[in-house]
């Protein structure tokens, strides 16, 4: 066997070595760790962000009624969040068509008549290849560059 074939083999075996060890103590970590461990915890869903607010939980040694409370307090405050961040997309959404308004009637200002209605039918056939990309959100940016 020559060299680069030994050097491949042994980059594969150390890339399977690194996952199986990096698998096993994730596994050991998340069975030790993980909320969905403790017996208590039944009615909550296990997340990523969760873990910190586990470690406030047991650094305050909260009594299990607390959890819920507390629990329900910040699942509260994710959703008032989540509201506020859908306002503030429609005022920024508003805000943008604002701007885009304001834009379009300057730029009507600049051109000619005739240039302005070619600008409003450009503006147009843009408007509708936007929406059909969006309509097939499985082709790939070559398949819609070659026009299949």
Do not use: C
Request: net charge positive; glycine share 2%.
């Amino acid at each position: 066997m020559n060299t680069r074939a030994k050097a491949f083999f042994s980059l594969i075996l150390v890339l399977l070595v690194g996952i199986l060890i990096g698998g096993s103590i994730d596994h050991l970590y998340v069975s030790k760790f993980s909320p969905r461990n403790r017996p208590d915890s039944s009615d909550r869903r296990p997340s990523k962000r969760q873990f910190p607010v586990q470690e406030m939980f047991e650094r305050l040694k909260l009594s299990p009624d607390q959890e819920k409370r507390m629990l329900s307090i910040l699942e509260r405050r994710r959703e008032d969040m989540h509201a506020a961040a859908q306002v503030a997309a429609q005022k920024s959404k508003e805000a943008h068509r604002a701007i885009r308004k304001r834009a379009h009637a300057e730029i009507l200002e600049v051109l000619t008549e005739e240039q302005a209605k070619e600008f409003d039918q450009f503006m147009r056939d843009l408007r509708s290849r936007w929406h059909q990309k969006k309509a097939k959100p499985t082709e790939t940016p070559a398949e819609s560059e070659r026009g299949e």
